[in-house]
Each structure stands twice: as structure tokens, then as C-alpha cells.
């Protein structure tokens, strides 16, 4: 089935071995092309230190995304989506319409606005998982896998995993 396959598409003949290579997929990681002034980018693109934020460096395209960070200390701290267009030196995120973040003290912003907030006794700490589903509509929240019930929306655009 496999040599009939790649006859299909011209292959035969033509002195090749009949395979097509696939593209590799790229590493997803924090962008170095797009971070605060003062951010600085360890762990080969997967920890941020510093004052700032960082994108990563693929866009969320599918109709579900799902990624997640690891709180490594406690601290001001930030996690969620936003454009290329945010301004990364300006922590807290959430302040403008390039930014829906989820905030270390539990709140979920979006344009300067509270959209949600996780709920009372379920504040990340240090060693948890912070997990995020985005679906071009409405971001969720996972804490240590577990659903936090606390749905927020009204980025519009491409959007990226950010953090701060």
C-alpha cells in the first residue's frame, strides 16, 4: 500500500527512495525576539528571570491549545495570552487590550478589567502546574490538572503563550 501511495504523487521514476521528509517541527519555547527589556531567558528558552515579559515563540493557530507553566518561586508573576503588540516591559499584563493573564493573586484581567477569579483557596504556589486552554474564544484555567471553573474571553487576534 505504501509504494502505491507514493506513486501517486509522482515519485516512481523519478530515482528517489519515495520518501517525502516531513518538516520538523519546531521546539516550543520562550521567544528571545520578543521579551521585556529587563527579562532575562535560561533553561534553553523554557524559565524566565527578571522584570518583564516573555512570548513564545509560536502563535496559537489550532482551534484548542493547550500549555502550562510551572510556578518555580512565589513572586509577582503573570501567565496567559497576548498579541504581538503587547507591551512586554509593563508588568503586570492585562492592562490593555493585547493581554488576558492570569495574576499570582489569583485574578484574571483583560483590558484593565477583572474578568475572573480563581477560586478562594486555590491560589498557584510554588512547585504547582498552572495549565491553559484557549479555544480563539475563551481562555480556561488548570490547577495541578485540575479544572479551576473560571472561563475569561475578549482577546481577539493571533495570540501567543505569555508569561511575566
Given at each position: 500500500?505504501?509504494?502505491m501511495?507514493t506513486?501517486c ?7 528517489g ?5 516531513l518538516k520538523?517541527m ?9 521579551m ?13 528571570c527578571g ?7 509560536a ?10 507553566f ?7 508573576w503573570g501567565?496567559g495570552?497576548?498579541?504581538q503588540?503587547?507591551?512586554l516591559?509593563?508588568v503586570?499584563?492585562g492592562?490593555?487590550?493585547n ?7 489569583g ?10 477569579r ?8 510554588e ?10 474564544v475563551?481562555?480556561n484555567l488548570?490547577?495541578?490538572g ?17 508569561v511575566?
Amino acid at each position: 500500500m505504501a509504494a502505491m501511495f507514493t506513486c501517486c504523487f509522482g515519485c516512481c521514476g523519478e530515482g528517489g527512495s519515495g520518501h517525502i521528509p516531513l518538516k520538523e517541527m519546531p521546539t516550543v519555547q520562550l521567544d528571545t525576539h520578543h521579551m521585556g527589556t529587563d527579562v532575562v531567558i535560561v533553561k534553553s528558552g523554557r524559565r524566565i528571570c527578571g522584570t518583564g515579559g516573555c512570548l513564545a515563540n509560536a502563535p496559537l493557530h489550532q482551534n484548542k491549545s493547550y500549555f502550562e507553566f510551572k510556578i518555580q518561586s512565589s513572586g509577582v508573576w503573570g501567565i496567559g495570552v497576548a498579541t504581538q503588540k503587547v507591551n512586554l516591559n509593563q508588568v503586570p499584563l492585562g492592562r490593555d487590550t493585547n493581554s488576558l493573564v492570569l495574576r499570582h493573586d489569583g485574578s484574571v484581567y483583560h483590558n484593565n478589567e477583572e474578568k475572573n477569579r480563581l477560586p478562594a483557596n486555590s491560589l498557584p504556589q510554588e512547585g504547582d502546574i498552572m495549565g491553559i486552554t484557549y479555544d480563539h474564544v475563551e481562555m480556561n484555567l488548570y490547577l495541578n490538572g485540575k479544572n479551576m471553573h473560571c472561563p475569561a474571553s475578549g482577546i481577539r487576534g493571533t495570540v501567543y503563550p505569555v508569561v511575566y
